[in-house]
Structure formats: structure tokens, C-alpha cells
């Protein structure tokens, strides 16, 4: 971020406020600045984060270059450095490797995100658009005479009220907005420990050269590793109630990564001694029911998070983001159908995805026996016999 943010003066009123400075709240916030309403972004993670903030979702796919196109940041994102991702490779229903190129793509390759870079990227073509922006973090909301009340902590400690006409929550898992309106679905247990290794000063490997993603099915879950810029990602995935004591250790993590095999040999030229310990996170699908109601509207993870096997995490944040934007400057200018049309969009996307879930995990079968696969192996068809695309990796 430049710091360009410009004040905001005691309990403002604004048409729209967007909580959550992420990809989906700053597309939001893009969309309804260009279509000219006067909208204030509220994001509550401080200039120049430090490298130790990324997440596990840092790839987008191919999809992503049209959307990006028809939101007029296609140049811009194309110029930004980020790596490609010409592919995966996955050990999944069997030992052997599995390919799946983006050779044939008619969009292209996909790419391995800086993700604190490309977030800035978005949230400065918000800015940019005419959205103004507020380092706070919300700690409470009301709806009161037809109007949406937040307040928000500011970095300094302050706490002012906003009014709005309408609320985006883009405050992710947290849903800090969502979840005091609706109920939350939770899928099942999965969690991720991760880990970054390389880069400056970090034991990094300079001669790590495959850009590919690599996702390896285990019998306590599945592993995954992909090239970042910064270095390279690795990460297990597990139900909460099976992950072993040993992986919350930076030695337990590394001897467990070096048992598989083809992770543990992708990661053979990394320094084992700079292996940091593992960070954790919940990974499980989660649905916020309704995910919109009178003045308000949930958009990324905050309406919709998926198990990182889909691999379309964050392609769904910026959907979600832009349809939750002009959802919201619709209903600003009366059309009653707005909401409904913006429920059916995500109804939509939740049936595509459980669909591919549950083909995904089916396609694995080795291990019937073992409970993170007797939970999710039910009856459902095989994803082959159903002309299903092969695993494609997280996101």
C-alpha cells in the first residue's frame, strides 16, 4: 500500500461500507466506486505486512484472466510479476503421478500469487476507482432505522461509528458481520499445518525449478506443495481429531513431509534445518445461510469457503466480491430483485462445488479403512466414470 487512505470524520455516512481488505471486499469495493457510489473500504491488517502473514491460498487458475479482463485490471495484474503455475501433478487413487497441464487452456496458464502483493494490487484499483479506505477493524454492528451502524477500532485505538445503507462482509472466516445474522454450515473437520521454506536468509533453494503444484493423497489426509515467490509452500491436510501431536513441531512436520513420496522428494534440495514450525489453520468448507438479507451481504469466504482441494478459492473471492458489489448497487437503486439473484449465484456455486468435492475424494480409495477416508467415501460415483476433470489442486 502507498498510504494514501484520507480520513474519515466521526459517524460519516456512506452508501456502502466494504469490511475486509481482502480480494473479494476490495473487488466490492472496485465495483461499487466505478458504478459511483460513495463507498468506504475497512480493512483491518496494517500497511506492509510482514512476509510471515501468507496463507495457503496463493494460486489462482487459468479462469481468473477473464474476470480479471472485464474488471479492467488484466494489464496491470499480467505486469505484476507473479509466477506461473503450468499445471499439477497429483498422486491421487494411485501411487503414480497424475499430470494436468494448462497447455490447452484456452486462458492460459495459471499463476503462483504474492499474495500480500496481489491484495494491495487490488485494494489500490479500488482506491484508484474512488474508494476510500480505513485501516480499523470492526468490532461491532446494528441495524437501526434502515440503516447499517458499524464500529470499527482504529490502529491508534479510537472507535468511531459508520452508517452505511448497506454492508459487504468480506471479513473472511470469520464472517464478523455474517455470522450475528445467519446461521454457519460447516462441512467437516479438515484443517492444514503449513509451512513456508526458502528465501532470503531462510534456507532457500534457488535451484528448485518445478512450478507445477504437487497434491499427494496419504492415508491420514493428503499433502500438498507448490512454488511461491517467496519460497515454497507445504502443507498437510487433516480432520482437527486425527492430526498427530508430532506435526505442531518443526522436526515432527519435516520427518513427516520426508515420509511421502513425492513430496518428500520434491523438497530434497531444502535446507532441513531452516524448516520453521508449522502454522495452522481451519481448511473445511463453510456456508453462511442466508448469506444476505435487508442491508447487507456476505461475499468471499465470509458467504463461502472451500475445502483448499478445489482450487478455486480465491477465483471465488473475486466473483464473489464483484457479484456482491453490483448486487449492492442495484438494491441502491431500487431493484428489488437484486438480493434474490445474488443468493441464486452463490446457491449455484455451492452445488458445483459439493459436486466436485465429493467426486474428488471418491477418485481416492486406497484406504477405506482409515477415518479421514471412511468420513468422506460414500456413495458416490467415481469421478472418471463420471467425466469429472482430474484433481487440479488447492488454492
Known sequence: MTGRSRPVPRAERFEAVVAGGGPAGAVAAL???????????????????PAGSFTIGETLPPAARPLLDDLGLWAAFAADGHLRCPGTYASWGSARLHGHSHLLDPHGHGWHLDRDRFDAFLREAAMAAGALIRRAVVVGHRRSAGEQHLLVRERSGTVRELRAGWVVDATG????????LARRR?????????????????GGYPGDPELRTLVEAVPEGWWYTARVPAGRVVAHLTDADLAAARLRTAEGFRRAASCTRHVGERLSGYDPAASPAPRWTAAHGLRLCPPAGPGWVAAGDSAIAFDPLSSQGILTALHTGARAGRAVDRCLAGDSGALASYVSFLDGVADAYHRHHARSYAEERRWPAYPFWRRRNGAVPNRRAAGADPVRGPA
Do not use: E, M, N, W
Not at 173 to 180: K, T
Open 173 to 180: 472466516r470469520r464472517a464478523l458481520i455474517g455470522r450475528r
Open 186 to 202: 460447516r462441512q467437516d473437520r479438515l484443517v492444514a499445518a503449513f509451512v513456508r521454506l526458502g528465501g532470503a536468509g531462510a
Open 31 to 49: 465495483v461499487l466506486a466505478r458504478a459511483g457510489r460513495h463507498v468506504l473500504l475497512v480493512d483491518g491488517r496494517p500497511p506492509g505486512a
